[in-house]
Structures are given as structure tokens and as C-alpha cells.
């Protein structure tokens, strides 16, 4: 059965023409990155409560160490995020934002990464389908320019190929823009979520400030 599938491929892949081979290329980058982006964001942590149940009890006790030593340990873009601006401890909030900020925008560039390449092949896939299309018709009125219309089979190639590259680029690109999309959100998602770590942050030491005062 599997044989008899792969056969199959092969012969649509032949009778596809060269525009087969980049459009080929087109879905082996888009499944390594889309594979590399997916493993890398399932191992990103995202629970926020989770982070600032331990960072808060050690800051409220004073053990600025530990904040820091759990926000290394829980690590992706939040703790990386919350570990800035326990660096920062005991300056000013502006100098603390701008601290947060500069990591934020380097876990930013980290989570976009490849993400373009998968929009390039979502955009680029249907075109080289189309492009398998006029190819094929010109074949096609190529062979009816120097032969008489006696025999159907005569332009078949040119169509088939029409009908198959057409096909191909599409099938390569609706997963594949799925999958931006996906990654898309889950960018998004992250950057709300390091907004609301660094919001969290300076209210805790908002609220370690305002102890000390009363003391």
C-alpha cells in the first residue's frame, strides 16, 4: 500500500515538471522549520502565576539571591525577563523598564525567529504552482501549434502538469500558513505575558518600597 502511494508521487512529481523540484524544497524548509519553531515553544514555560509565586515570597524576604536563582531555574523569555529587573534592584523604575525592555527585545527577535521563512514559503508555494500552470498551458498550445487537435492525449502532459503544480503549491501552502499563524499567536502571547511580568515586578517592588518606608 505504501508502495503503491509512494509510486504515485513519484509519477505526479515527474509529470509535474521542473517547477516539482522548488516547490520540493519549498516543503522540506517548511517542515524543518515549522518543526524546529514547534519543539522550541513547547519547551518555553508560560506559567507566569507559577514564577511570581516563588520570586515574591523570596523578595519579600529579603533573598534577592533566590528571586534571581529561581527566575535562572524557570528560564525562557519570563525569567530571563524578571531576572533583568531583579539586576536592577534598588534604582529607579524608569532604569529598571529600560533593563527589561533591551532583554525583551532580544527574546522578541528569538521568538520571531524563522517565522519569516514561513511566511515567505506560505506566499511563495501557490506562485510557483501558478507558474507550473502557465508552463504547462504553454506546453500544451505548443504541441496543438504543431500538431492538428486528432488526439486529446496530444496536450494531456501540458495539463496534467497545469492541474498538478497548481495543486501542489496549495497543499504546501495551507499548512504552512496555518503554522505562521499559529507561531504567530503564541509570539503574541509571549509578549503580553513578559508586559504583564515586567507590570507585576515593579508592583512588588512598588510594595517592598512602601514596607520599608513604614518601618
Known amino acids: 500500500m505504501y508502495l503503491a502511494i509512494f509510486g504515485t508521487l513519484i ?9 516539482m523540484w522548488p516547490l520540493l524544497l519549498c516543503s522540506i524548509i517548511g517542515v524543518a522549520f515549522v518543526i524546529e519553531r514547534g519543539i522550541y515553544y513547547h519547551r518555553l514555560p508560560m506559567d507566569i502565576n507559577l514564577l511570581f509565586t516563588y520570586v515574591r515570597d523570596k523578595l519579600l524576604r529579603k533573598d534577592l539571591k ?4 529561581d527566575a535562572s531555574q524557570y528560564g525562557g523569555p519570563l525569567g530571563n525577563i524578571i531576572k533583568a529587573g531583579l539586576l536592577r534592584f534598588g534604582r529607579n523604575h524608569e532604569e529598571i523598564l529600560r533593563a527589561i525592555e533591551s532583554v525583551a527585545l ?3 527577535s528569538k521568538l520571531e525567529r524563522g517565522l519569516w521563512v514561513l511566511a515567505t514559503i506560505a506566499n511563495i508555494a501557490p506562485i510557483l504552482g501558478f507558474l507550473g500552470t502557465v508552463t504547462g498551458m504553454i506546453n500544451s498550445f505548443k504541441v496543438l501549434s504543431l500538431q492538428s487537435f486528432t488526439d486529446p492525449r496530444l496536450v494531456a502532459a501540458g495539463i496534467s ?5 497548481t495543486a501542489t ?3 504546501i501552502a495551507f ?9 504567530s499567536n503564541k509570539l503574541n502571547n509571549f509578549t503580553l505575558l513578559m508586559e504583564t511580568s515586567a507590570a507585576m515586578l515593579l508592583e512588588i517592588f512598588s510594595e517592598m518600597e512602601e514596607e520599608k518606608e513604614e518601618k
Not at 502538469?161 to 503544480?165: H, K, P, S, V, Y
Open 161 to 165: 502538469q497545469a492541474l498538478i503544480t
Open 169 to 171: 503549491g496549495l497543499i
Open 175 to 183: 499548512p504552512i500558513q496555518f503554522a505562521y499563524n499559529y507561531f
Open 106 to 108: 532580544h527574546e522578541v
Open 11 to 19: 509519477e505526479y512529481f515527474q509529470k509535474g515538471g521542473f517547477v
Open 66 to 69: 533566590g528571586a534571581m536563582e
